[in-house]
């Protein structure tokens, strides 16, 4: 079975920053693109960065700037770099893939159980 097991969350003062990670384990052929999402209490879940097989990027406007994706292909792990975090960033943080499994011919997503980030004084 996949698993994405996400890590790096907690409390953390307004300005500070943290970084994510988020490893995919178990018969995985491949990985096209990866990514992370957020849902904050009474909201939906959105988009935060995303980076595909090739290393190509993509944010959420509201991240721009503070936020750096990056993954290592050769461990199935993707991170997130968070940088002056802000109250509104308060979130569960959630990892996905894409991923090719063994015995497989097409792709599925898969969704870690996802990491509390808290931005609090």
């Known amino acids: 079975q996949v698993q994405l097991v996400e890590s790096g969350g907690g409390l953390v003062q307004p300005g500070g920053s943290l970084r994510l990670s988020c490893a995919a384990s178990g018969p995985i052929f491949s990985i096209s693109s990866m990514g992370w999402y957020r849902q904050a209490p009474a909201k939906e879940r959105e988009l935060v960065a995303s980076i595909t097989k090739d290393g190509t990027t993509n944010y959420a406007d509201s991240v721009k700037g503070r936020c750096t994706i990056s993954r290592d292909s050769a461990k199935n792990t993707v991170y997130l770099q968070m940088n002056n975090l802000t109250p509104k960033d308060t979130a569960v943080y959630y990892c996905?893939?894409?991923?090719?499994?063994?015995?497989?011919?097409?792709?599925?997503?898969?969704w870690g159980r996802g990491t509390q980030v808290t931005v609090s004084p």
């Open positions: 996905t893939a894409d991923v090719l499994a063994m015995g497989r011919t097409w792709f599925n997503d898969y």
